[in-house]
């Protein structure tokens, strides 16, 4: 069965940063779009970023130029490179298997999640 295991996540200081993992099983790692989702206390889950099978990537706007999302095909793992980070980023990080190999197919099965908080 699919399984995305995420750590990475912590408590760090505004301005600092994380670089969250995800390890991937049970799936067909390389063909897939992978991404990361977060959902902070009172707000819906939103897609942060994503990365398609074939590496084009995707982000939303308050998080342009801060965070890199990355992939190694060769051991199932995902990456979310944190940045220049902002108390408003506070929130649990979700991995997020996508339906197909681009993000417009969406995604269908999300990790436990890793929770980051960022103190200003």
């Known amino acids: 069965q699919v399984q995305l295991v995420e750590s990475g996540g912590g408590l760090v200081q505004a301005g600092g940063s994380l670089r969250p993992t995800c390890v991937a099983s049970?799936?067909?790692?390389?063909?897939?779009?992978m991404g990361w989702y977060r959902q902070a206390p009172g707000k819906e889950r939103e897609l942060v970023a994503s990365i398609g099978s074939g590496g084009s990537t995707y982000y939303i706007d308050s998080v342009k130029g801060r965070f890199t999302i990355s992939r190694d095909n060769a051991k199932n793992t995902l990456y979310l490179q944190m940045n220049s980070l902002k108390p408003e980023d506070t929130a649990v990080y979700y991995c997020?298997?996508?339906?197909?190999?681009?993000?417009?197919?969406?995604?269908?099965?999300w990790g436990q999640g890793t929770q980051v908080t960022v103190s200003s």
């Open positions: 997020a298997k996508g339906r197909g190999s681009r993000r417009y197919l969406g995604f269908d099965y």
């Open positions: 049970g799936l067909t790692f390389g063909s897939l779009a």
